[in-house]
């Protein structure tokens, strides 16, 4: 499929209908190659980005900056190691070979650039959402990591909560409620480094780095993919939709503590392909 001059077969449009009216699929009986494709495009991408997140907030273990906070980070490693689990678990349960995937990847591969920024490209042969290829360099990238990315996620995963695929939507309400504790770590911490004056303005420097980094999670307005899911009952919302919530709950934070909000333009960002299976 390629844009939104992409036209639906008979078959297709049937199966966007049935779903609408209710239809819904299980990981043992037979569904449609179409549907089946994109269904383990997206549990592949939330696999692979949960498995990468984890390894990325690893080295926040030791560095963290109290005992406290290194307890947190580590149950936070935990959790998005076995949120990696659970999704791999659903795949394998669709005949993939994800400890083969695993093995073979390099799921650890972080850019050495600090201020690098890639757009929507694509750097290792895997699923991951891009913004995992950044490496998490200061605390202040941590917390924004927690602040920016989870609350993405989050966003991302309540719209599996009425998923057409039954196993993936009972599988993410454990997930979700994990996200959100990451998320209310990420809150805590920028109103005690926002609220600092001297460590205000280091805050906003990285703030500005990983803004548009995370932003690019959301993938393009113009792409007709996230209109495909939404027929296929595998999101209830586009990129586009949630992202329009998301920057709104960010702003209004910055707002609290102080921080600027930058300027994110979708066309300024360096394309893409599609990555496929």
């Known amino acids: 499929m390629t844009g939104p001059a992409y036209s639906y077969s008979a078959e297709e449009l049937k199966l966007f209908e049935d779903i609408k009216n209710g ?14 494709k994109h269904l383990l495009n997206l549990l592949w991408m939330q696999g692979d980005s949960e498995y990468s997140g984890a390894l990325g907030y690893m080295p926040w273990i ?11 980070v580590a149950q936070m490693v935990k959790d998005e190691m076995r949120h990696a689990s659970v999704i791999y ?23 050495p650039e600090d201020k690098v920024q890639i757009g929507f490209q694509r750097l290792k042969d895997d699923y ?6 950044y490496n998490i360099k200061y605390w202040e990238d941590y917390i924004l990591f927690n602040f920016l990315m989870d609350r993405a996620a989050g966003h991302q995963l309540q719209d599996t909560f009425n998923s057409s695929y039954l196993p993936w939507k009972k599988a993410i309400e454990g997930i979700y409620k994990e996200e959100v504790m990451h998320l209310a770590h990420g809150d805590k911490w920028i109103k005690i480094l926002g609220k ?24 393009s307005s113009k792409g007709a993919s996230n209109d495909l899911y939404v ?3 595998l ?19 910055c707002d609290e503590v102080g921080l600027t909000l930058p300027q ?14």
Request: no cysteine; glycine share 4%.
């Open 23 to 36: 239809k819904t699929f299980e990981a043992t009986e037979d569904m449609p190659a179409f549907y089946r």
């Open 62 to 72: 030791e560095k963290a900056p109290t005992l406290q906070e290194k307890v947190i």
């Open 89 to 111: 678990r659903l795949l394998d349960e669709l005949g993939q070979d994800t400890l083969t995937h695993v093995q073979n990847s390099e799921l650890g591969y972080k850019l």
């Open 128 to 133: 991951r959402v891009n913004i995992f290829y």
């Open 196 to 219: 600092d004056a001297e460590k205000r303005p280091f805050l906003q420097e990285r703030l500005n780095l990983w803004w548009p980094r995370v932003m690019n999670v959301f993938g």
């Open 231 to 233: 027929k296929l009952g």
């Open 235 to 253: 999101k209830q919302r586009t990129n586009s939709e949630i992202r329009t919530v998301f920057t709104k709950e960010i702003q209004e934070m």
């Open 264 to 277: 994110y333009r979708e066309e300024d960002q360096p394309q893409r392909e599609a990555r496929k299976l």
